[in-house]
C-alpha cells in the first residue's frame, strides 16, 4: 500500500466529528469461533448492535442444539440504551440468536434488507410466544442514511454466498468506521451484481478511521473463486450425466439454487425441491426475485418418479452429513418417495464444515456403495466460499485506507493472520487490534486500544427447551460419560447392623457390557459390602463417607482392572 | 494408456504358472477407512498375510484407544496355514494390530525391512507377556526372492512419507500380483532414493495380471508434492524465524526430522527432540543411517533454556491436538521445562488427520494468543502427504500395465474414484473390482470375481486393557449418554403396601444442573411415587413392569419438559 497522503486534519474535516470521547467496540462473540457474530458499538451509553447470530455446536458440546451470544453487559445495565439493531445478510450465524435474544432485550429496532427481513420474520413464526417483530428495510447504496444517536449509518453492497449482503459505513463522533463483515470481491457472480468498488471507494472518501473486515479465510492465500467458475464445472457434469441429479448444498445458498435451477432448463430437466428450510428459502427467494424459474419446471418429488431419470434434477439438504436431512435419508433408505439408484449423480455443492468432515465421508462412501457417483470440491471446484482470501483483504484494505484496523470474524489464528496481511500493507502494529470474544476496544480520534477490560461472553446453549441451563458441569459430565460410561452401586445399608441389606445393585452404561463381566461385577459387589461394614464400623452412619470412599476404592479397582475410568456413581440409602 | 499390445499367451510365458485354481484376496480391513490395513492373499488354503495395522478411533467410537482387524476368519480355521506376515512399512496402520494379534496366530514368521523391524521391536517392549518376535530383514530391489508356499516374491522400494516402503510383486499360480500400499513418487524425496521406475517396470515385465493399488488421495487431481518443496518452504521460514521455532510433525515422519536437523545446522540452531515417540524413531533412524546430525546438534531440553532463543529449534509431536502430547502440553502451561513465549515460531509440519481439524484449531489459536506465530499446511506447502495424487496412480497404472485392477486404501469412494482412474487408462470394468472390508474376490487365470462372501470384519476395539469387549451395544450408550446424559430413579417399594419406601432418589448427570432444576425432579419424585402405586395396585409386585412404566412415563415427562432425551433408567428393588 502507498503511503497515505490524505492529511489528518483533511480527514478529520471529512468526518461528522461532534465530539471526542470514546467508542466502545464490544464484540460479543465471532472472534474465536466461526458464528455467534455479534457486535456493540457503544458511546456514551448509547449503543449500536451489529448481527445477532448462532452457533453451531461442534464435539466440545456435545447434545447441544446451538449457541447464542451472552448478553448479560446488556441486561445488567438498564442505563444503557440500544438503539437499533443492523443486520449484515440472512445467514444464521449473523440472525439465528434473534428469537432467544429479542425480548430479553424489548424489541429494539430492527433494520435489515427486504430478503434477510423475510428469512427472520419466517423463522420467527416457530416462536409463538414471542410479539411481531417489526424489521425496517434497509436500502442499499443510496443516498439514504439512518441516525441513531451518535451514529449516522449508510450501507454499501458486497459479495457473499447470499444476494442482499452488506457491510455498514458508520460515522461517529470520533470517526469514520467501516464494518465488513461476510464477503467477497466477486467479479462475476450469479444472481447478484458485484460489490461496486468505486462506490465503496468513494464512500470511503480517500481513507476511513477504522476498518473490521471478515478474516474466515485470511489463511488463504490467492482470491476467492468466482460463483461464474463454478457454474462452469456444474456445467460439465449437467452436460454429461446420464441419470438423475441430486445437487446438496447449504439451504441458505440461493445463487446455487439458481444454477441449478439455470442448468436444469437448459439441460431439459424438471426440478423437485426437497428439505423443509431450502424449500422456504427457495420460496422467499423467488418472491422476491432472486431466482427466476420457468413456471413448468418445479415438480412435486412424487411427479419426479414417473418422469425418465435423465429428466430429473433434485435439489436438496444434507450436504454435511447431517442425520435428519434428505441425503441422510436416501442412504438410509427412509426417505419416503426416493432412493438412491445405480447411475445417479449426487453433486456436493458446498463445503464440509469443520467437524463435519467424518459424516459426509461417510455419506458419500453410501451414496458410492449404493451405485451413485459422487462429486465434491476436493474433485472440481463446484462450490465457491462465500469468505475473501488474503487477496480481496488486500483489496478492501488498499479500497478504503483505514486508519485503524481490527479483524473479525474466525478463530483467533485468522485475526492474527488478518493483522499480519494489514501490517504487509503499510498499517503500522500499532494502529491494529487482535481483540478477544467481549474485549473491550477503544476508540478515540487519535487511538485505537485495546483494552483489558471485559463484558461476560461465555457460551449461552440452546439445549431442547432449555435456554443457558446446559452449563460446563453438564458438559463435562457427557464427556466423561462418553467416553468410558458409567458405573452406578446401589447400597442398601441396614439401620441396625450397618451391614449392606442384600447384596449391592450395580448398573453399568457404556462402560462394560454387563453379560459378558459378570466377574468383575461380582467382584465389586463383594467390595461394597466390605466397604459398608468397614465405613459403618468406624462411625455411624454416614453416607457421604460412605459414598466417597465406595467411589474412590471401586473407581481404583475398576481402573486396575480395566484401565477405564467410568463415571462411578455410588448411591448409599440407609433402611 | 495406449492398448495392451502383449498378447495373452506372451504374458502367460512370463509369468510362473505353476497351476490354474482359485487365488482368494481378502481385505480384513482398510477399504471403508483409513486404517487398519491387512489382506489375505489365500491359495488352497496357504494364506499369506500383508500388513497388520490399527485403526484411530474416531467420533463413533468415543472412548476407545483403537480399533484392530477382526481375525476370525483366520482363527475358525485351524486348517488353513499362515505362511507369513509382510509388512510394507514402519507406519502404525500397517504394524500397529501385531502386538494384539501376532499371539493369536500362533507367531506367524514376520518379514520387514529393517527400519519397520526395529520399530516393530521397540514397540513390542511395551507388551511383555508375549514371546520375542523373530523378524526376517526384507532385502529390497534386489534378486533375492522370498519363497512361501505357492507364493515368490520380490519387493520393490517406493516413496512414502517414512523410509524404507516397499511394494511387493507376487507370483502366484494364478499370475502375477502387484501390491503397491501407500506409495507416491517423489524424484526429489530427502532421506530416501526415488522409486526406481525402469526396475518396476522391469519386475512388471511388459505387464502384470493383477495390481492392488493406494487410493487415499485418489480424489485429488495432479501430482503430489515432492520433499524438496517442502523443505524449500520450510527453509523460507528458518531463514526468517527471529526466535525459538517449535516443528511439530507426526513422530513417524523421519525425512521430515531430518529436514529440520539440517536446516537448523545451516541456520546455527541447536535441536532438542521432545515427545517420547519422536526420540525413540529419531534414534531407530539415527542408527540406521536415516537422520545425520552433526555431533553437537542435538541437546536436551533443559540446556535449550540456556541458549539465545534464535539459536534453539524444537522438533516436537502434537500437531493433531493430542490431549497428551508436547504442544498441547505447552499452551496448557504443564510443560516441565519450556513455555511458549512472544516471537516463538510454531509449524505444524503435517496435515491434520480427518477429525481431528477442531482440536488443531483450538491448539492454533491458543498458541498465537500466547504470542506464538503460527504456520500451517494452508498458508504455505510445509507438508506433503506420502499418498499419491491422481497422476502419480496413472503413472503407476501405465508402468506396470496390470490387467486386472483392485483399488485398495482409502474410504469406499475414493476406491471407486481410482477406479474410475484406472478406466480411464484403458482397463475395462469387468476387469476392475472394488470390493469392501471383508469380500472374498477371487482371481483365476482368466478371469477377477467380487463374490458375494463375506469374512467377518466388525470392530474389534481395544479400550485400557479390553481387547474386543466393546461392542455396539457398549458405544451406542456412551452416545446416548453423550448427547443427554442419564437419569436414574431410585424406587424402594415396601413388601408389605406395594408403596414408595420414603421418596425416590433421583440422581441426574450430563441432563440438567441438579442444584438449578429443583422443580423439575420434585415433579419426577411425585410421579415416580404414583406410578409405583398404579403399578402394584393392578397387580403383584413386578419390578420389571414398574421399571418399563417408569422410564416410558418419565421419559415421555422430561422430554415434554425438556425437549431432551436423556437414558433414563429406573432402579426398582423390594424391601
Redesign the interface.
Known sequence: MRKRTTSRSRLLQKTTLKGGGILKIIPLGGL?EVGRNMTLLEYENQILIVDMGLQFP???T??IDFIIPNIEYLTTHPEKKILGVFITHAHYDHIGAIPYLIDKLNYPPLYATPLAKAIILKRQEDFSHLKKLHIENLQVNSKKFYELGPFRIKTFHLNHNIPETIGLAINSPVGRIFYATDYKFDFQPLVDRPANLSYIANLANGGIDLLLSDSTYA???GHSLSEKVIMDNLEKIFATAKSRIFLATFASLISRLQQAIWLSEKYNRKVAIEGRTMRTNFKIAQKLGYIKVNKDTLINVKDARRLPPRRVTILCTGAQGEPEAVLMKLVNREHKYLRIEKGDTIIFSSSTV??N??AV?NL??????QGAE?Y?Y??LDIHASGHGYQEDLKLMINLVHPRFFMPIHG???LL??HAQIAESMGIAPSHIVVA?NGQIVELTRDNIRLTQKFVPTNYIMV????VG???E???R??????????F?I?A?VDKKTGLL?NEA?I?S?????MK??KDLIQKTKKMTQEIVARCTKRQSFNDAYIRNTLRDEIGMFLFQ????RP?V?P?V?E?
Open positions: 474465536e461442534d464435539e466440545n456435545p447434545g489463511d488463504t492465500p469443520p467437524g468432515e467424518l465421508q458419500k462412501d453410501n451414496l458410492a456403495k459422487v465434491h476436493k474433485m478463530y483467533y489464528s492474527k493472520a478477544s439445549d431442547g427447551l432449555g441451563d446446559v452449563g458441569v453438564v458438559l459430565d457427557r464427556q466423561t460419560l462418553s467416553k468410558d460410561g458409567i452406578i446401589i442398601l441389606h445393585e448398573i452404561r457404556g462402560f462394560v457390557y459378558e463381566s482392572q480395566t484401565k477405564r463415571m456413581l448411591v440409602i433402611i
